[in-house]
C-alpha cells in the first residue's frame, strides 16, 4: 500500500499485534505520555466566542501576542487547515 506523500501508512489496524507495555500497564507500572518530564512545557488555552449566534468580523489579537510567555495565537490566518476544514463543512470559503 502506498499513500501521498506526508501521509501515514496504517500498518497496526486489522492485524493483531503485540504490546510492548501492555504488561506494566496490566500492573499499574507504565508512564503514560503525561507521566512524561517534560522541559518548559507549553500550554494551550483556548477561547471561544461569547456570543452563541455572532458573526466575528476582525479578531483584534496585538495584546495577547504582546504578553509575556505567549508563542502563538491561532486564529484564521495562521491556521489554514483549520479555516479550511471549518469553512468546508460550513460551505463557505475561509477568509483572505
Known amino acids: 500500500m502506498t499513500g501521498t506523500p ?3 501508512i496504517p ?3 486489522g492485524t493483531s499485534m503485540d504490546r510492548l507495555d501492555g504488561p506494566a500497564k496490566v500492573r499499574g507500572a507504565a508512564r503514560y505520555a503525561f507521566e512524561q ?3 518548559h512545557p507549553v500550554y494551550l488555552y483556548p477561547l471561544q466566542a461569547t456570543i452563541a449566534a455572532g ?3 476582525t479578531i483584534d489579537d496585538h495584546a495577547a501576542i504582546a504578553h509575556p510567555g505567549v508563542l502563538e495565537v491561532l486564529t484564521y490566518r495562521n491556521a489554514a487547515r483549520i479555516c479550511e476544514r471549518i469553512a ?3 460551505g463557505v ?3 483572505k
Open 11 to 13: 500498518r497496526a489496524m
Open 88 to 90: 468546508h463543512a460550513d
Open 37 to 39: 518530564p517534560v522541559d
Open 6 to 8: 506526508g501521509t501515514i
Open 55 to 57: 458573526r466575528v468580523t
Open 93 to 95: 470559503s475561509p477568509p
